[in-house]
């Protein structure tokens, strides 16, 4: 007969085990970020959201979103990333041959940083890109000068 030589840890051990695996309880996750939104929804899946659609997300979360910086920055990187691929989608649509290998390029490049600032927005992430993020960062920074200008 063959018998069963599997150890099953003492229940004392399975709460260092469960701390150890990437798969989190939902108690867990809800923990960690309980900022809400205007929307009604937590911040990680709202700036997550913003991508969801390119600017289309980003403008309508903009307009909804009054006081959640970490919303506000993501909505508006959405705005200006997915602007500036439509730019270079349209430009490149018009040059044969060389355009369309361009786009062949551009567009697993494009899916690839959609779903990594996606990931990054429901991480609760201020991840940059190049002068897309500097420039949404910097447009939340007039908006605090001009408040401490209005209280003084």
């Given at each position: 007969m063959v018998g069963n030589h599997i150890k099953i840890p003492?229940?004392?051990?399975l709460g260092s085990l469960e701390k150890q695996t990437v798969f989190k309880r939902t108690e867990e996750l809800n923990t960690t970020n309980s900022q809400g939104t205007s929307l009604?929804?937590?911040?990680?899946i709202t700036g997550s959201l913003t991508y969801l659609f390119g600017f289309i997300t980003g403008i309508i979360i903009?307009?909804?979103?009054?006081?959640?910086?970490?919303?506000r920055f993501h909505?508006?990187?959405?705005?200006?990333?997915?602007l500036i691929f439509f730019a270079l989608f349209t430009v490149s649509g018009m040059v044969p041959i060389v355009g369309w290998l361009f786009e062949a390029i551009l567009?697993?490049?494009?899916l690839v940083l959609w779903?990594?600032?996606?990931?990054?927005a429901?991480?609760?992430?201020?991840?940059?890109?190049?002068?897309?993020?500097?420039?949404?960062?910097k447009q939340f920074q007039r908006k605090v000068n001009k408040k401490?200008?209005?209280?003084?």
């Open positions: 003492e229940k004392k051990n009604g929804l937590s911040e990680n903009l307009l909804f979103e009054k006081e959640n910086r970490f919303v909505a508006t990187q959405s705005i200006f990333v997915s567009l697993p490049i494009g779903i990594i600032m996606m990931l990054n429901y991480e609760g992430k201020y991840s940059k890109i190049l002068y897309v993020g500097n420039f949404a960062e401490k200008l209005e209280v003084n």
